[in-house]
């Protein structure tokens, strides 16, 4: 994947910038409700300044019914009451950006909760006026749904309305329509509230689910599939969704044209960007690739292929090198870690004794991959999954899977700041919206900020080493010949060569340098001590080494 000469303009921030991910209802509560707030996200983003970070992410903080955690909006230009108010909003992005940080918000237009008014009125006859703004259809002449599609949240994809007496689509809960974007109004209406934030001042969006926005007219059936689970993030083999090709339920050839009328509505502002989620199974890397191509639709995407349970150097060099042929002139973004699936520290370690070594090698990995990177909140803490009783579960997915599948809240647990405070210093209320696990108050940001050699210093150092060498931020990346064990590459940009050379195994290993190289002076990255005798590397298990080619 060739590099193109980039300059550091604002408009290029995007472009290999690290982003930190806010999960607003879990990240500091300032009412004492025990549900985070934006309050509580200001109060608290001189320490994600201090990691060292580019921009922030919110996920959903609009009105919402909160059936899916507000991801089911029912007012696009509101702040939902329990995170506060629009004038909270206002002076968080003031705060941030005086702090030198971009804003990312959530834009969630795939699908609306089933309390939006443009829904409450769609549903109302077949006659009124946005009576084609949601995916509508009859049912067979037998009752039943109009084809195979499923819902990713467990039963079909359909749910009948006595009113209109015909089946709405839904990819997630049945309190979730899906919008019709075959309708021009509808991606009218979509583009006006996106707007809004523009106007607002927000330096992106994040858009989920972004290959779901538009359906095949002609409703044929999914063919079945196979899936493979060796990368899969938060699809698994215990949902039957997983058992379909879905060709016709998403990832339509009409979603170019409505991105790249985003794109454009995006270009009309300064130093905007868009980074899309997309969950397309084996053809999510095509899927990125046709979606960032052409620097006319999305900046960059990022897709579950790093988000499952793999974590080998024969898996990621796969994924890597298949970006490399297929993403030929578009961007990606990745991460380990989000609000969907398993913590990495946990998927990733197999004996607790490794899990601030795992959590250090992880985030050194990262850091020198290339494209953009997102982190979640508490990785920097090394934090992993909690464990939940099934009376604490909040997540309607986990809930419904129980106990084949336990859900997301594992991953949504509030953050850790003071380990001796109640609550961990999350909120001074009487309860926490979901438990603060012990084990996590062990790891709080007052424990590590005393603690030199703790994950928490690592991210700082990791990042600041990733910022003061250009080629980590957008250069080339040339992968070379290592047995199966070993994750070896260069990365290389402006006159400088970095070689990376990654063990991910629990045993030493040794890394014959080829001769081609030449002389090679180590570098040593934060955390890991460079060695190199005569030409050979020698790795610890969980290692890495570094050094200028």
């Known amino acids: 994947m060739a590099t193109e000469a980039v300059s550091r303009t604002d408009a290029n921030w995007w472009r290999g910038a690290v982003i930190y991910q806010i999960y607003p209802r879990s990240f500091q509560d300032t009412t004492g409700d025990g549900l985070g707030d934006i309050k509580g996200i200001t109060a608290r983003l001189p320490h994600i300044a201090s990691l060292g970070v580019d921009a922030i992410w919110l996920s959903p903080f609009f009105t919402s019914p909160m059936a899916d955690m507000g991801y089911d909006v029912s007012d696009y230009c509101n702040v939902d009451p329990m995170f506060g108010t629009l004038a909270d909003f206002d002076e968080m992005m003031i705060e941030a950006h005086r702090l030198g940080l971009k804003v990312i918000i959530d834009q969630v237009i795939s699908h609306t909760s089933d309390r939006h008014p443009w829904f409450v009125e769609s549903r109302s006859s077949r006659t009124n006026p946005k009576a084609d703004w949601y995916v509508w259809a009859d049912p067979k002449a037998d009752g039943t749904v109009p084809n195979n599609w499923l819902s990713i949240f467990g039963g079909p994809g359909w749910e009948w309305d006595g009113v209109r007496k015909q089946y709405y689509m839904h990819n997630f809960l049945i309190s979730q329509p899906d919008l019709n974007y075959h309708n021009p109004e509808v991606q009218e209406a979509v583009l006006d509230t996106v707007k809004f934030w523009l106007d607002r001042g927000v330096d992106g969006f994040r858009l989920d689910t972004v290959n779901y926005y538009f359906h095949d007219k002609q409703l044929r059936n999914n063919p079945p599939m196979v899936y493979d689970t060796e990368g899969a993030g938060m699809e698994t083999d215990t949902n039957p969704y997983s058992m379909q090709n879905h060709l016709y339920d998403k990832s339509q050839p009409e979603n170019i044209g409505f991105l790249k009328r985003l794109r454009a509505l995006l270009d009309s502002y300064e130093g905007r960007a868009t980074v899309g989620e997309v969950g397309d199974g084996p053809r999510s890397l095509t899927t990125l690739a046709i979606y960032t191509s052409g620097n006319d639709k999305l900046h960059m995407c990022y897709t579950f292929d790093l988000l499952g349970p793999a974590f080998s150097a024969a898996y990621i060099r796969k994924v890597m090198t298949t970006v ?90 509030p953050m850790v700041w003071e380990a001796g405070a109640p609550h961990a210093g999350f909120t001074e209320g009487a309860k926490t919206w979901l438990p603060v696990p012990r084990e996590h108050a062990a790891r709080a940001v007052d424990v ?102």
Not at 460 to 480: I, N, Q
Not at 503 to 532: E, H, I, W
């Open 324 to 413: 490399q042929d297929t993403v030929t002139n578009g961007w990606v973004c990745w991460a380990f870690s989000n609000h969907d699936v398993v913590r990495h520290v946990t998927r990733f370690t197999e004996v607790p004794e490794e899990q601030d070594r795992v959590a250090k090698l992880s985030i050194t990995l990262l850091s020198v991959l290339r494209g953009s990177i997102c982190l979640y909140q508490g990785e920097e803490l090394g934090l992993t999954e909690a464990e939940l009783s099934y009376e604490d579960l909040r997540d309607p997915y986990g809930i419904r899977f129980w106990p084949a599948f336990k859900g997301r809240d594992g991953c949504r647990t």
């Open 448 to 549: 590590q900020e005393a603690d030199p050699a703790s994950v928490l210093h690592h991210y700082r150092a990791t990042l600041a080493f990733r910022k003061a060498h250009p080629p980590l931020t957008d250069g080339d990346m040339t992968f070379l010949d290592t047995n199966q064990d070993l994750l070896a590459f260069v990365r290389e940009k402006g006159g400088e060569s970095l070689l990376f050379v990654f063990n991910l195994t629990r045993m030493p290993q040794d890394y014959t340098l080829p001769k081609r190289l030449g002389d090679c002076l180590p570098v040593s990255p934060p955390g890991f001590a460079s060695r190199l005798e005569k030409g050979v590397v020698r790795l610890d298990a969980l290692d890495m080494f570094c050094a200028r080619v």
